[in-house]
């Protein structure tokens, strides 16, 4: 198993919540052999059963589905191996893309693992702005 690892790490900057995921530091349990003749269930089962008690899974799935891993592993909840990898990165390739300097264009940069544009970071950092504004104006209701 030489493929890259993209499994959390606590510096893993604007997705923090990778710092407290179950399988931090637990490589060889989630990796799964690049052959899938010889994928152990129980190792698989393991793997699966670390994904079902940690706390960030959903965040983690959000995240596996819009950026696919590059090698066999179970991550988000989700077993990958090559056929569900090559389907993922086809169907995300295959996206229309959408105008820059929309919060949608910043998602779909993250998406195909590009840098993001000033025009679409300023779109989110504006979105962002809104959603705390409203929030705290409910709070203020009260």
């Known amino acids: 198993m030489s493929a890259v690892r993209i499994y959390a790490t ?8 990778r710092a407290d995921a179950a399988c931090l530091g637990q490589h060889e ?29 959903a965040a983690c799935a959000e995240h596996t589905l819009h950026n696919p891993p590059a090698h066999h592993c179970v991550q988000g ?16 390739d295959e996206r ?4 820059c300097g929309t919060t949608q ?14 025009p679409c970071r300023d779109a989110e950092a504006a979105f962002r702005r809104r959603i705390r504004h409203r929030t705290t104006n409910d709070l203020a209701l009260f």
């Open 29 to 57: 349990i989630m990796d799964l052999p690049e052959d899938t003749r010889h994928i152990d269930r129980l190792h698989v089962r393991l793997a699966l059963t670390l994904c079902a008690q940690c706390p960030v899974r």
């Open 77 to 92: 909840g989700l077993i990958w191996t090559k056929k569900e990898i090559r389907a993922a990165h086809a169907e995300l």
């Open 105 to 118: 264009g910043y998602h779909q940069h993250i998406a195909r693992g590009e840098d993001t544009c000033q």
């Open 10 to 17: 606590a510096d893993m900057g604007p997705q923090g919540w």
């Open 96 to 99: 229309p893309r959408v105008p």
